[in-house]
């Protein structure tokens, strides 16, 4: 069975970048794609970005396209998310999700599994 495990979170000024890690467990972890998503207090969990299983494939959210980059290192099973100018809004607890399948998924119930998330707070 597959973990994950977010790192990298905590306390950002507006217009710096984060990176966030997503580790992932198990000899079966490179089978799965891997998405990022994030919740505020109070709104649903909204999608990011996702990563195929060959990292050859990254998909972004419109809404953060433009400032969003995933990568992927399979020899170490981790996903990286880097965001960069951030912006209060972007305060979230952020989390990634692992699914087998080879589509691109964009909502929370097509991914199988979920790390525990990290909280990013975002000051002004």
């Known amino acids: 069975q597959v973990e994950l495990v977010e790192s990298g979170g905590g306390l950002v000024q507006t217009g710096d970048s984060l990176r966030l890690s997503c580790a992932g467990s198990?000899?079966?972890?490179?089978?799965?794609?891997v998405g990022w998503f994030r919740q505020a207090s109070g709104e649903e969990r909204e999608f990011l970005g996702t990563?195929?299983?060959?990292?050859?494939?990254?998909y972004y959210a419109d809404a953060v396209r433009s400032r969003v980059i995933i990568k992927r290192d399979n020899d170490a099973n981790l996903v990286y998310l880097q965001m960069n100018n951030v912006r209060p809004q972007d305060t979230a607890v952020y989390y990634c999700?692992?699914?087998?399948?080879?589509?691109?998924?964009?909502?929370?119930?097509?991914?199988?599994?979920w790390g525990q998330g990290t909280q990013v707070t975002v000051s002004s």
């Open positions: 999700a692992a699914r087998r399948s080879l589509l691109i998924g964009t909502r929370p119930h097509e991914y199988e599994l």
């Open positions: 198990g000899p079966t972890f490179t089978r799965y794609a």
């Open positions: 990563i195929s299983r060959s990292c050859t494939m990254p």
